[in-house]
């Protein structure tokens, strides 16, 4: 599941990085939780979580229906 969510998550980073920010895939774990880090500006936007959970988790879930839960770390 692991490679299936890194692909999902190479389509969001182009995004990410026009707004000079990024995102590492920290671990999945085996219950579909994804725990990511957010870094550049994202690290440090006041807009982070919704774009966690609105962007990304959303993706992530239509991508990789194994996926319960986005979390940043």
Do not use: F, H, Y
Not at 5 to 26: C, F, Q, S, T, Y
């Amino acid at each position: 599941m692991k490679e299936k969510v890194e692909a999902a998550l190479e389509k969001i980073r182009p995004m990410l990085r026009a707004d000079g920010g990024n995102v590492d895939l920290v671990e999945v774990t085996d219950d579909g939780v994804v725990k990511l880090k957010l870094t550049g500006s994202c690290g440090c936007c006041p807009m982070s979580q919704m774009t966690l959970k609105m962007g990304i988790e959303k993706l992530l879930k239509e991508e990789v229906p194994e996926v319960k839960e986005v979390i940043a770390i």
